[in-house]
């Protein structure tokens, strides 16, 4: 059960993009489509932002968007905001258990 | 509102055990899966265990699997995490969250801190 892998950090101005990449193998990202997406500011509980690839929960921006080629799944986020400043975590389910990734701290610059 | 609370964290010696308890309240308990997830202090976020909504299976991180036991108890809204053998490695603030599909953990509670001293 090894971490994804996620960039350690990503930056951009306000009203510009960003995209996180999270590397998996066939036996998590590549072989479902159960890719999630969180956002965690400091000291606070993870907060879902995508799930199952590309849907957004209720009340989370259309901003953020989701994709998935092979074993690599992104997170987007378009038109930056400061309080998109957090780290950012992508999870997929693999088989019986889920792994989550190492983490991207965005900064918004 | 949809609420989750975690209880039972503490200091505990390597070796010993400590049960985490996860109270729910504003939403129907048993129509929802339930995960425990980690986080080290200034660490990354580690999945440790999931049960699903009816408590016929659960599921266990590689590292917990063995020491650690998933259960509800629908009558009480109530999940926990009965962790023994513990390790100086189980240090970690403990988030109970509830699932809308098997990684989309759409609510979390605050957390609750497990120090294991050696």
């Known amino acids: 059960q090894s971490a994804l892998t996620q960039p350690p950090s990503a930056s951009g101005s306000p009203g510009q993009s960003v995209a996180i990449s999270c590397t998996g193998t066939s036996s998590d990202v590549g072989g479902y489509n159960y890719v999630s997406w969180y956002q965690q500011h400091p000291g606070k509980a993870p907060k879902l932002m995508i799930y199952d690839v590309t849907k957004r929960p209720s009340g989370v921006p259309d901003r953020f968007s989701g994709s998935k080629s092979g074993n690599t799944a992104s997170l987007t986020v378009s038109g930056l905001q400061a309080e998109d400043e957090a780290d950012y975590y992508c999870s997929s389910y693999a088989g019986g258990h889920s792994v989550f990734g190492t983490g991207t701290k965005v900064t918004v610059l | 509102q949809v609420q989750l609370v975690e209880s039972g964290g503490g200091v505990v010696q390597s070796g010993r055990s400590l049960r985490l308890s996860c109270a729910a309240s504003?939403?129907?308990?048993?129509?929802?899966?339930f995960h425990w997830v980690r986080q080290s202090p200034g660490k990354g976020l580690e999945w440790v265990a999931a049960?699903?909504?009816?408590?016929?299976?659960?599921y266990y991180g590689d590292s917990v699997k063995g020491r650690f036991s998933i259960s509800r108890d629908d009558s009480k809204n109530t999940l926990y995490l009965q962790m023994n053998s513990l390790t100086v490695e189980d240090t970690a603030l403990y988030y109970c969250a509830r699932d809308i599909t098997f990684t989309g953990l759409d609510s979390w509670g605050q957390g609750t801190l497990v120090t294991v001293s050696s």
């Open positions: 504003g939403f129907t308990f048993r129509s929802h899966g």
């Open positions: 049960i699903w909504y009816d408590g016929s299976k659960k």
